[in-house]
């Protein structure tokens, strides 16, 4: 179960807010009550999520009493080189009535300040932008940003760290990478820091690969990789407290499906199990394994035996396993006993697919077991039956409008485009809207301007400027990791 609401301490760029914003942010991740799952600040936001079971919702307002530790002080001054090559450059001339020359300089003008990081690992949210510069964001985002493509939204500027879908007008590249995994210190900016833009040639940077997580040499191995499917990943609970620094919740899509699997092998809630979404691998045992498949749309075949997903099963070892499509459904979840190996990065051994930080399985990949854990094959826990029409409960968003929820409400909706990151709607044109960015919850239903609506799902961005008129139930959020595209779905009052 997960909450969550805004704090707002001011409106518009307001540093004084922001001040604030950024110091109850620090007191309570500094030492975080159990239970709370995210505190993301940004400009004067602040946004909590939290398990009602582990902390209820009048404790934390309690501690939220208590004054912060310190103030959040002034940070360093850093000087970004950029080479103005923007594919937006132009026409941001155009739009603003001046030449491109005085673009770069009103661009490179103000010493901006760091409100926030957010949206994918290590974006830095900055502002003042000089007015004339203050444009709209794109009806509606591209699907791919180029890595380093320094941009401007409203009285925003930014640098996207890596590709990523993106609503800004680029202006030109960053020659020097504001976010690495692999260095001691992967981010480049801090909240409370200041910018500095210089106009500079020289090489892009390049981008850094996958962080690996897997072990290359398991303690325990147990399970060879004959074949990849379209995308399977290794996955625990998720990445929580994190979201301050852009990275993404991730962990499993269908979290129930999930919790179902482990059960079943007699794991704890939350062991690295993989994640297989859509078309699956081919695995073989080196071990024997007790095993058991969770979701939808696959079923498992093992020695020539069909399994239905629900049951737990021996998995001799030599031999091979496969997935059958079968059924409507997008993913499902494959548990052994004792769960499986892997490296975690800041909590979480999941991967973030657009912060480079772990990757997919592919041919080769040897898996090993996290512990030896004895299980019985067998068990079985029947899993409700997937409707034909995901209908989801709708609940006010931060900028809740009659006219949009009702919009929401018309349906039904076709997915358009499903991945981890979110579903993109076609269906009746809700109205949108954008502002400055704030915090993103996980199944906020983002309109932008162009009336298409986005549900926000596991690998979303931490921050974003889209309105966001309603939010999907947390009880169906396990709905929307089964969406595939052409599904239909319906939203209904809760």
Do not use: C
């Amino acid at each position: 179960m997960l909450e969550g609401f805004y704090l707002r301490f001011g409106e518009g760029l307001s540093e004084e807010a922001n001040r604030r914003a950024l110091a109850l942010a620090e007191t309570l991740l500094q030492a975080p009550p159990p239970g709370l799952l995210d505190a993301v600040p940004a400009y004067g936001t602040l946004y909590l999520e939290y398990d009602p079971r582990r902390l209820p919702r009048a404790r934390l307002l309690r501690l939220l009493k208590a004054p912060p530790r310190e103030e959040v002080g002034e940070g360093r001054v850093v000087e970004v080189p950029v080479r103005y090559d923007g594919e937006d450059l132009r026409e941001v001339a155009g739009r603003a009535g001046l030449s491109v020359e005085a673009v770069k300089a009103l661009h490179q003008k103000p010493l901006y300040r760091v409100y926030a990081l957010g949206f994918t690992p290590g974006f830095p949210f900055m502002a003042p932008v000089e007015p004339p510069l203050r444009l709209p964001r794109r009806p509606h985002p591209r699907p791919r940003v180029p890595a380093h493509s320094v941009a401007v939204a409203g009285p925003q500027t930014g640098i996207y760290p890596l590709p990523s879908p993106g609503g800004w007008n680029l202006l030109g590249t960053s020659l020097v990478a504001v976010y690495d995994p692999h260095r001691p210190e992967p981010f480049l900016l801090r909240p409370g820091d200041r910018v500095r833009f210089r106009e500079a040639e020289g090489p892009t940077p390049e981008e850094p690969p996958p962080l690996e997580l897997l072990p290359e040499d398991p303690l325990l191995p147990a399970i060879r990789v004959e074949e990849a499917g379209l995308l399977d990943l290794v996955v625990d609970g998720g990445r929580f407290l994190a979201g301050h620094l852009g990275l993404a919740r991730s962990g499993p899509l269908d979290p129930y499906s999930a919790r179902v699997a482990n059960r079943l092998v007699g794991n704890p809630e939350g062991a690295p199990l993989l994640e297989i979404a859509y078309k699956g691998p081919v695995l073989t045992a080196l071990r024997p394994l007790v095993a058991a498949l969770a979701g939808y749309g696959l079923w498992v075949e093992v020695d020539g035996e069909e399994v239905p997903p629900g049951r737990s099963f021996l998995w001799p070892r030599g031999k091979a396993l496969r997935l059958l499509p079968k059924g409507r459904g997008a993913r499902v979840y494959l548990a052994v006993a004792g769960g499986l190996e892997a490296k975690p990065f800041l909590g979480s051994v999941s991967p973030d697919l657009r912060g480079r930080i772990g990757r997919p399985l592919k041919a080769g990949d040897v898996l090993g077991l996290k512990a030896l854990r004895p299980a019985r094959a067998g068990l079985a826990y029947p899993l409700p039956p997937l409707p034909e029409v995901l209908a989801l409960r709708l609940l006010p968003g931060p900028q809740h409008t009659r006219e949009a929820f009702l919009a929401l409400l018309e349906g039904p909706f076709r997915v358009a485009r499903a991945d981890r990151v979110g579903l993109e709607l076609e269906g009746p044109e809700v109205p949108g809207g954008e502002g400055l960015s704030e915090p993103t919850p996980l199944g906020g239903v983002q309109v932008p301007p162009s009336g298409r609506p986005l549900v926000l799902l596991a690998d979303k961005g931490s921050l974003g400027g889209y309105a966001k008129p309603a939010l999907v139930d947390p009880r169906d959020l396990w709905l929307l990791g089964q969406a595939w595209p052409g599904a239909w779905v319906r939203f209904r009052a809760p």
